[in-house]
């Protein structure tokens, strides 16, 4: 076994590989970027090496930089993770001219499975099933797009050097596949560095299940059973669950069969994901491979028993597989949510912002969380926006969901806009819980999974005003050398006048005038054209509340942009509006277009000058390892633009001056 490995990569899985290597009893080396000097697994790793500036490019995907502090810190190999150079032959093959282990495949079956095209080819040889698609070295535009008219739309453009549903489009007409392949290839270059592209037949309503599969250096190789990620948004996977609802034993052995074929046929080595799309009348056919450790991983730990990276650092080190395939046996059933700091009502867009709170629900045998973030964290516009991961194990699928739903609720997140709600609408719909699913789940169920919470006002202002009130006279000056000085007293006391606070609470997107009267330990609350009678206390940061005979408990938080109160039935977001004192001076920022996030400008699609139709894409922008067009609100002239290619925005600011049509 290794006596020290170094980590080349970040956030919650370097922190997961960290915990692995601590209870095997091996030392573990952090690398970090700029952005991440202060961050978790820097903290929790033996040693860190800094890498370079906070751009991924310029730290965690230069090889040359991560093998030299290996070499450094005299580590035995390198774990990479998953993303960066986990996949990267190139870096694998540097790390073996240097004697330094790379834990992962050979780099001949990086090298195989790299191409998507090629990987297709490989994978018919052997024998195991395809979907119809064109694969072949001719990328020209017009090839392409016959291709995809012979095959029938819809059909699926997808980068042969891509993964995590990046240079992926789909194409539902010919009309759309010019800007669809332009779109495509122009984010895979920026990812990979290559926009080399296959077209697929796309399947209307198929399941994404994948096989987890492990093979050693003594002829061994097993599946760990499978995976269903067919719920996704950008073809990026949501929610994960293991084993896959409805699978038969005899399914799932000829799936895992055809992975571990799968395997075999590129002499792989260590773990392995075989993804394949399951067709509604039981066939199914080979998606891609993925020569790394999955983001989903610990589903698998929880219905298998098994450390995943744990075997990664067996095999890699020479060991034999610790289990044959009729011993690895499935127990219960997992989930596993993926938080974010994003959007769901803004088409998913990354968030930023600091975490000022982040309480995460506790942890048991039942609920795991996966993370590499604490409270006072930033989300950077440098990196994936995940948050953490939400695993939940339990004997059954209806149990084990019940906890997701539970566990997400007790998820709570301040300081930054995340998909927690989102999560939360769908683990409780009734099509997921019937497992009613396939890779469209989400737009044939949009309703259901994006229905703003119900806004109870007469329930949650009472409630918010007095955590406030609270609040506020838990943060009067103490003077401890006159414990009994008036000036202490902030309980609106006036000399034969009722005690009276009065505040406006901004509250589900309007303005409310309150008032609060104080009778020792009652405070009436007359808000919302209600009166509320209230008792409480605040514990720290626990509101303890009895609202007329109705006990209950709150927590209050206490981020940039205000206050949230999260109570049992939900988050209730609100601040304290400021008087107006008349300074604002009323004005607007103008006809042109703003940023919807912080984040880097690809490409201008137009000249400045140009007249626009409605809709027509204006300007890329990526942020977090995503592009989003901007589009003009209607027909004009596009002035100028405030921002070249390769500019640094933050959200908010104006990207270009826009003149609306007089039509």
């Known amino acids: 076994m290794f006596n020290k490995i170094l980590i080349a990569n970040r956030g919650e899985i370097a922190c997961r590989v960290i915990r692995t290597a601590r209870k095997m009893g091996v030392a573990t080396v952090a690398v970090y970027s700029d952005a991440d000097r202060d961050a978790l697994h820097v903290q929790m790793a033996d040693e860190a090496i800094h890498i370079g500036a906070a751009p991924a490019r310029e730290s965690y995907l230069v090889g040359d930089r991560i093998l030299q502090a290996a070499l450094t810190t005299h580590a035995d190999a390198i774990h990479p993770g998953y993303g960066f150079l986990s996949e990267n032959a190139a870096f694998a093959r540097a790390c073996a001219e240097q004697g330094v282990v790379f834990i992962g495949p050979p780099t001949e079956a990086i090298e195989a499975m790299g191409s998507k095209s090629a990987a297709k080819h490989i994978m018919g040889a052997a024998g195991v099933p395809l979907v119809p698609g064109y694969h072949g070295d001719d990328q020209s535009p017009a090839v392409l797009q016959q291709a995809a008219d012979e095959m029938g739309y819809p059909v699926l453009l997808k980068a042969t050097a891509g993964g995590g549903g990046k240079g992926m489009r789909q194409v539902w007409t010919a009309g759309e596949f010019d800007e669809a392949l332009a779109a495509a290839r122009r984010e895979a270059m920026a990812g990979f560095g290559d926009d080399t592209m296959l077209v697929e037949k796309y399947l209307t309503r198929p399941r994404h299940v994948e096989f987890q599969v492990f093979c050693d250096n003594h002829g061994n190789g097993v599946y760990l059973a499978e995976r269903d990620c067919s719920v996704q948004r950008r073809h990026q996977k949501v929610i994960e669950e293991a084993p896959a609802p ?20 590129i002499d792989y080595r260590g773990a392995g994901t075989v993804e394949f799309l399951l067709d509604e009348d039981g066939s199914f056919y080979f998606m891609e491979m993925n020569t790394r450790l999955q983001v989903e991983h610990p589903v698998t730990e929880m219905i298998t028993g098994q450390d995943l990276v744990q075997w990664q650092l067996q095999v890699a080190s020479g060991e034999p597989l610790p289990l044959q395939q009729d011993q690895v046996k499935i127990n219960g059933h997992a989930f596993e949510a993926r938080v974010y700091a994003e959007d769901p009502d803004n088409d998913f867009l990354p968030a930023t912002g600091t975490l000022g709170f982040l309480q995460p629900p506790e942890e048991s045998a039942h609920v795991r969380v996966d993370t590499g973030v604490r409270q006072g964290d930033e989300v950077s516009v440098y990196y994936d926006p995940m948050i953490a991961k939400l695993i939940v194990w339990d004997e059954t699928r209806e149990r084990a969901l019940q906890r997701l739903g539970n566990a997400l609720a007790e998820y709570r997140i301040g300081g930054t806009v995340t998909n927690l709600d989102f999560l939360y609408n769908l683990a409780t719909s ?54 009994h000085s008036p000036w202490q007293d902030c309980s609106a006391w006036r000399l034969n006048e009722p005690h009276i606070h009065r505040m406006t609470l901004h509250c589900h997107q309007s303005d409310h005038d309150i008032t609060v009267e104080q009778q020792g330990t009652l405070y009436i609350v007359r808000a919302a054209d209600r009166e509320t009678h209230l008792s409480g206390h605040l514990d720290g940061d626990i509101l303890h509340v009895d609202c007329e005979g109705h006990r209950q408990r709150g927590t209050l938080a206490q981020t940039h942009d205000g206050f949230t109160l999260y109570l049992p039935e939900g988050a209730c977001h609100f601040h304290q509006v400021a008087a107006d004192t008349g300074e604002a001076d009323g004005s607007g920022s103008g006809a042109g277009l703003c940023a919807p996030m912080n984040g880097t400008v690809v490409t201008l699609l137009v000249a400045p000058g140009a007249s626009v139709d409605a809709d027509t894409p204006l300007l890329v922008m990526e942020a977090m390892k995503m592009e989003h067009t901007i589009r003009a609100p209607g027909k004009g002239l596009v002035d100028c633009f405030y921002y070249q290619p390769g500019d640094l925005v933050d959200g908010g600011a104006e990207l270009l001056g826009f003149t609306p049509s007089e039509e």
């Open 430 to 483: 009734r099509p997921f819980f019937e497992a009613d699913l396939d890779t469209s789940f989400i737009e044939r169920h949009s309703e259901l999974i994006f229905h703003e919470r119900h806004q109870d006002l007469e329930r949650e202002l009472p409630l918010a005003a007095l955590a406030l009130l609270l609040h506020t006279l838990g943060q009067s000056p103490a003077r401890p050398e006159d414990p």
């Open 246 to 265: 409805g699978m038969s034993e005899a399914l799932r052995q000829e799936m895992g069969e055809a992975a571990v074929t799968a395997a075999r046929a």
